[in-house]
């Protein structure tokens, strides 16, 4: 039995942070079913760089698996009491809309509790349901500036780098998962339905929960360096260096075994745990003009051997035939119906007995409409006016034998 086997979800989300969430509970065996548009949601047609696919891009394959898609006009009354009749048998609904637009839709969280009362409800958005910023588009660039993290790794004249994935979305995401998972057990445990509410910057604010200490409980101010390094309050050297042939991550050393590796006396002058805040840029500068006189691999192997922590910077290609990632088992591979083969990162945990699977690929759009309206004792007849009027789209390119896989 999985984890989430017999949960129903709603996943009513658009985009990143929602579909990812929601992929995730489906990952542990929940019954995702994915409502979206007659045309489809939002991340169908935006394929990050312009990897479209046959019929499926491969950013929505990314946040998708493990669903079946409903495609159903809410816009229509007959689109909502589908779906309302739908939320009487899920236990968990989940939606990312900007703060209204659940209301206009008939789908927010006062409505839904009215029809079903234990439903764990789910609201994310990218600055919090109401003050201020209520409207503003959570994006999560945005979302990386405003959170003050970028500040903590500038180097003097340089404009901040902002991770280049999609941190704020993922955090988020991950932060709706343990909500959605406590309100469950707490409902197991009282039988009352909770509403969850999720937004990116709180996200991002509590994950800096170290940095943003120090700064207000410590006093210390972030201060960006002229030299190499990544973090403000973490000591030198720290960073990522370049070589004589390409880059290598340098985290922690001591100062008499970096004066014995390269050696530099010069590195004795400094007391690691005092000067490494202080003269955090002469000590950067040091280690920069000794890694560049040789190789990457040269300095990986004698800076290992000497217990320094440092490592290798992949690209994508590098890290996939790295054999740790290899004997981790990082990327699962699947067949999807329209798209082929596909390699696409794992599970980011395992449980002992549990071993999290891909059993549904991303789903078309309406794929699994006229199973779903079924289910819930749609009749035939009652599918097809639905599908005459334009409420629903039922994909029906596959064959029934595909779409059981």
Do not use: C
């Not at 979305?169 to 197991?188: I, K, N, P, Q, W």
């Not at 991550?249 to 075994?257: D, G, I, R």
């Not at 000497?306 to 590098?318: E, L």
Request: hydrophobic share 40%; net charge negative.
């Amino acid at each position: 039995m999985k984890v989430l086997e017999g949960v129903r979800v709603l996943d009513m989300s658009i985009a990143m942070a929602g579909p990812f969430a929601a992929q995730k509970l489906g990952d542990l065996g929940a019954e995702v079913i994915k409502v979206e548009p007659v045309g489809g949601e939002w991340h169908r047609h935006k394929a990050g760089g312009g990897a479209r696919g046959n019929a499926v891009n491969a950013s929505f394959l990314s946040l998708n698996r493990n669903k079946r898609s409903l495609s159903v006009d809410l816009k229509s009354e007959e689109g909502r009491a589908v779906v309302h009749r739908l939320a009487v048998t899920a236990d968990i609904f989940l939606q990312n809309y900007r703060p209204g637009v659940a209301e206009r839709l008939g789908v927010d969280h006062q409505t839904l509790r009215a029809i079903k009362p234990d439903l764990i409800y789910v609201s994310m958005s990218g600055y919090g349901e109401t003050g201020p910023y209520a409207t503003r588009p959570g994006q999560d660039l945005l979302l990386q500036a405003m959170s003050g993290a970028l500040a903590s790794g500038l180097r003097t004249g340089e404009s901040p780098r902002p991770a280049p994935f999609y941190l704020a979305d993922a955090f988020s995401a991950y932060s709706a998962v343990e909500g959605t998972l406590a309100a469950f057990l707490l409902r197991e445990r009282t039988g009352e339905g909770q509403h969850v509410e999720v937004n990116m910057l709180d996200s991002l604010i509590a994950a800096q929960m170290q940095e943003l200490t120090i700064a207000m409980v410590g006093r210390v101010p972030q201060t960006p360096s002229d030299q190499i390094h990544a973090h403000s309050y973490i000591r030198a050297p720290y960073g990522v260096f370049p070589t004589a042939d390409g880059h290598l991550a340098v985290s922690y050393a001591e100062m008499p075994v970096l004066a014995d590796v390269f050696g530099d006396e010069r590195f004795r002058h400094f007391d690691a745990e005092r000067d490494g805040f202080i003269h955090r840029d002469d000590i950067s500068a040091l280690v920069s003009e000794h890694l560049l006189s040789n190789t990457s691999e040269h300095w990986l192997e004698v800076l290992s051997a000497a217990g320094v922590w440092v490592g290798p910077v992949y690209d994508y290609a590098q890290m996939r035939a790295d054999p740790q990632v290899s004997h981790n088992g990082s990327f699962v591979e699947y067949t999807h119906p329209t798209e082929g083969d596909v390699v696409t990162p794992g599970f980011a945990f395992r449980l002992s007995g549990q071993p999290q699977a891909v059993h549904r690929p991303a789903p078309l759009n309406g794929q699994h409409t006229e199973e779903i309206l079924h289910e819930i004792g749609l009749s035939a007849e009652q599918i097809d006016q639905l599908d005459a009027a334009g409420v629903i789209h039922r994909d029906q390119t596959l064959s029934a034998e595909t779409l059981s896989r």
